[in-house]
Nanobody
């Protein structure tokens, strides 16, 4: 069974940085796109950033210039480096990945459980 586990969330001051990680485990044959989403209290979940298996990236306007996503394919892990954090970045951050399992070989989307990020002085 495939699992995504995020880590690295916590409390940061405005202007500070945090690095989130999301590790995939289980019977993984191949991982395609890996993405980050976030959901602030009382708001819809929104796209933050994504990275393809060949490391092409895409960012929401709110993340451009401040956040960087990367991946380590050998570790089945995706990262989100968040710099110049703002209070409006406060949210639960979720990892999403398109994964094909051994024996199935078709991709399906998996979500992690989320890691909370709070930006406050």
């Amino acid at each position: 069974q495939v699992q995504l586990v995020e880590s690295g969330g916590g409390l940061a001051q405005p202007g500070g940085s945090l690095r989130l990680s999301c590790a995939a485990s289980g019977r993984i044959f191949r991982i395609g796109h890996m993405s980050w989403y976030r959901q602030a209290p009382g708001k819809e979940r929104e796209f933050v950033a994504s990275i393809t298996s060949s490391a092409s990236t895409n960012y929401a306007d709110s993340a451009k210039g401040r956040f960087t996503t990367s991946r380590d394919n050998a570790k089945n892990t995706v990262y989100l480096q968040m710099n110049s954090l703002k209070p409006e970045d406060t949210a639960v951050y979720y990892c999403n990945a398109d994964i094909a399992e051994w024996g199935v070989y078709s991709f399906r989307a998996y979500w992690g459980q989320g890691t909370p990020v709070t930006v406050s002085s």
